[in-house]
């Protein structure tokens, strides 16, 4: 019962921005959507998180529609060592459990 | 600043024996999680601990045991190692906003 939808892949030039689309057209008023990515054999790392405005950090934008459907990470200037598989997670902060789909696999090429 | 550390980072273990894996924050969190990812598949959650003093079990906690020693320490035990726990085991804390801290992974081989 998946809660978001994401491309399985994509590709993106160096020092471009990357923008990873996420649809979750389900989520409720208060689910937060959370964005983590792994690394080939590392842990998962938290990128960003938002309710429903955008918010930035030294990472990442995130971009969420207004009806809060879907949404858009940014990376703005990609480098190689962004290869990973990028999850989006919509979660009720208040549940322990953090269900990552299939994710995007995300590809940057120099 | 380590954030979350765990050891060790590789482990084989015979069928039947028994060990500890060992998980500290230094972010002042009060939730800690355990999870295995197995390959090609997501995480699964087998403990977690909201708070020092209190655990609860997650998705697949049969085979295993946990400790939360302090703030600070997160331990996961298995008993009796099975090869079906070859894995590997993921520890996080989650900060205010719920967002979660993962360590670097440890990888045990169950023979």
């Known amino acids: 019962d998946a809660k978001t939808t994401q491309p399985p892949s994509m590709d993106c030039a160096e020092g471009r921005a990357a923008n990873l689309p996420c649809n979750h057209s389900t989520i409720s008023g208060n689910e937060y959507v959370y964005w983590y990515r792994q690394i080939h054999s590392q842990g998962p790392q938290y990128i960003i998180h938002?309710?429903?405005n955008n918010e930035t950090n030294e990472m990442a934008s995130l971009i969420i529609t207004e009806d809060r459907k879907s949404s858009t990470l940014i990376l703005p200037h990609a480098t190689l060592r962004d290869t990973a598989v990028y999850y989006c997670?919509?979660?009720?902060?208040?549940?322990?459990?953090?269900?990552f789909g299939a994710g995007t696999t995300v590809t940057v090429r120099a | 600043n380590a954030g979350v550390t765990q050891t060790p980072k590789f482990q084989v273990l015979k069928t039947g024996q028994s060990m500890t894996l060992q998980c500290a924050q230094d972010?002042?969190?009060?939730?800690m999680y355990w999870y295995r990812q197995d390959p090609g598949m997501g995480l699964r959650l087998i403990y977690y601990?909201?708070?020092?003093?209190?655990?609860d079990k997650g998705e697949v906690p049969n085979g295993y045991n946990v400790s939360r020693l302090n703030k600070r320490e997160f331990s996961l035990r298995l008993e009796s190692a099975a090869p079906s726990q070859t894995s590997v085991y993921f520890c996080a804390s989650s900060g205010s906003h719920y967002e979660q801290y993962f360590g670097p992974g440890t990888r045990l081989t169950v023979t």
């Open positions: 601990s909201a708070s020092e003093g209190t655990t």
């Open positions: 938002g309710l429903k």
């Open positions: 972010m002042n969190h009060n939730s």
């Open positions: 997670i919509v979660r009720d902060p208040q549940d322990y459990k953090l269900s």
